[in-house]
């Protein structure tokens, strides 16, 4: 069995560097994949392997200063959703880049754990509900009644606040995937003078652990090979719309035409009539990852991973003189 494990923490790092280097190394003993930022505030990482690994690397994390009190979202899974180790140093450990100082190794904002979050989405009396997600996000699952901003990145996050007629005197709730993205951006709320932000404590994740799905509709996006994870057991209607056809679906596939590479919503027919392209022009390319119709949600992966370097410019030459020919023949 293995898991996958989603954590962060606001810790100082003095040397960011010597840190990566050390830690890059532990992940390789443990065989573990995934990615792993570290910053002068911090780490953030997912990462998956076999428990016991999971289970080793978690007691190296609690054993470093600073670190002790990490927590971690957990997942059994049969099949570990990366297949790469990324470790590496970023200026952020989740990037904001907003020009107000925030330093979250000493200031924090306000949280509610999963129960209180229930309750008030409950009785909801005058609150403003912000999902502090990307639209690709949101637009699968959500909390009902969240604002959803229409925004493809994080740090634009901040403009958006800033152009919208949210009230800095109502009650402010708002959560993520995990938790990491509400701990930047509740205290960059407070210090644009919004005047009771809460925070939900371990994000969507945390709170489908701790009590389940209600007030929640759909799926909720993850940044690994699974793209979606339901929140409760008993299937959700889908949220989401097939690109393609317009029926309901939440099931992400990228583009198979590898310079596009888009992600999209995606219907198993639809993905079926265009060979998991999302146009027709894409499925003339000749850089198309093979689709394969007994998987059609087979994770995407780089191109050497399909074809040898040889191979893959044997295609490219063949296709080619096929246009080539095809065109004279018009
Ligand atoms: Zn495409």
Same mark, same amino acid.
């Given at each position: 069995?293995?898991?996958?494990?989603?954590?962060?923490? +606001?810790?100082?790092?003095?040397? *960011?560097?010597?840190?990566?280097?050390?830690?890059?190394?532990?992940?390789?003993?443990?065989?573990?994949?995934?990615?792993?930022?570290?910053?002068?505030?911090?780490?953030?990482?997912?990462?998956?392997?076999?428990?016991?690994?999971?289970?080793?690397?978690?007691?190296?994390?609690?054993?470093?200063?600073?670190?002790?009190?990490?927590?971690?979202?957990?997942?059994?899974?049969?099949?570990?959703?990366?297949?790469?180790?990324?470790?590496?140093?970023?200026?952020?450990?989740?990037?904001?880049?907003?020009?107000?100082?925030?330093?979250?190794?000493?200031?924090?904002?306000?949280?509610?754990?999963?129960?209180?979050?229930?309750?008030?989405?409950?009785?909801?009396?005058?609150?403003?509900?912000?999902?502090?997600?990307?639209?690709?996000?949101?637009?699968?699952?959500?909390?009902?009644?969240?604002?959803?901003?229409?925004?493809?990145?994080?740090?634009? +996050?901040?403009?958006?606040?800033?152009?919208?007629?949210?009230?800095?005197?109502?009650?402010?709730?708002?959560?993520?995937?995990?938790?990491?993205?509400?701990?930047?951006?509740?205290?960059?709320?407070?210090?644009?003078?919004?005047?009771?932000?809460?925070?939900?404590?371990?994000?969507?994740?945390?709170?489908?652990?701790?009590?389940?799905?209600?007030?929640?509709?759909?799926?909720?996006?993850? +940044?690994?090979?699974?793209?979606?994870? *339901?929140?409760?057991?008993?299937?959700?209607?889908?949220?989401?719309?097939?690109?393609?056809?317009?029926?309901?679906?939440?099931?992400?596939?990228?583009?198979?035409?590898?310079?596009?590479?888009?992600?999209?919503?995606?219907?198993?027919?639809?993905?079926?009539?265009?060979?998991?392209?999302?146009?027709?022009?894409?499925?003339?390319?000749?850089?198309?990852?093979? +689709?394969?119709?007994?998987?059609?949600?087979?994770?995407?992966?780089?191109?050497?991973?399909?074809?040898?370097?040889?191979?893959?410019?044997?295609?490219?030459?063949?296709?080619?003189?096929?246009?080539?020919?095809?065109?004279?023949?018009?």
């Amino acid at each position: 069995m293995n898991k996958v494990i989603l954590y962060y923490n +606001f810790a100082e790092v003095d040397n *960011p560097d010597n840190f990566c280097r050390e830690h890059k190394r532990k992940c390789q003993q443990l065989n573990l994949f995934g990615r792993v930022y570290i910053a002068g505030e911090g780490i953030n990482g997912t990462l998956g392997g076999a428990v016991e690994q999971i289970e080793q690397y978690k007691q190296y994390l609690w054993s470093l200063t600073g670190f002790e009190k990490t927590e971690f979202k957990e997942d059994e899974v049969v099949e570990c959703p990366f297949v790469k180790l990324i470790v590496k140093t970023r200026p952020e450990i989740v990037t904001l880049k907003s020009k107000t100082p925030i330093d979250l190794t000493k200031e924090k904002g306000k949280y509610l754990d999963p129960q209180e979050w229930k309750e008030i989405l409950s009785t909801r009396d005058d609150i403003q509900l912000i999902d502090v997600r990307n639209n690709y996000e949101t637009v699968v699952g959500h909390f009902e009644g969240a604002l959803c901003p229409d925004i493809e990145n994080f740090y634009d +996050f901040e403009e958006w606040v800033d152009r919208s007629n949210l009230d800095k005197n109502k009650k402010t709730l708002m959560y993520c995937t995990g938790g990491i993205r509400c701990e930047k951006f509740s205290v960059l709320m407070e210090k644009k003078g919004f005047k009771d932000v809460l925070q939900l404590h371990g994000g969507i994740i945390n709170y489908a652990k701790t009590v389940g799905g209600a007030h929640y509709k759909g799926k909720c996006f993850v +940044f690994d090979d699974r793209l979606t994870v *339901p929140i409760e057991e008993e299937q959700k209607e889908p949220l989401g719309r097939c690109a393609i056809s317009g029926i309901p679906c939440d099931t992400y596939i990228n583009c198979h035409n590898m310079d596009c590479n888009r992600l999209f919503i995606c219907s198993e027919e639809a993905a079926r009539k265009l060979n998991g392209c999302c146009s027709e022009s894409c499925m003339q390319s000749v850089r198309c990852r093979p +689709f394969d119709a007994e998987n059609i949600y087979a994770p995407s992966r780089k191109w050497y991973q399909y074809y040898g370097e040889n191979e893959w410019l044997d295609i490219r030459q063949k296709r080619q003189k096929q246009t080539i020919q095809s065109e004279k023949g018009k």
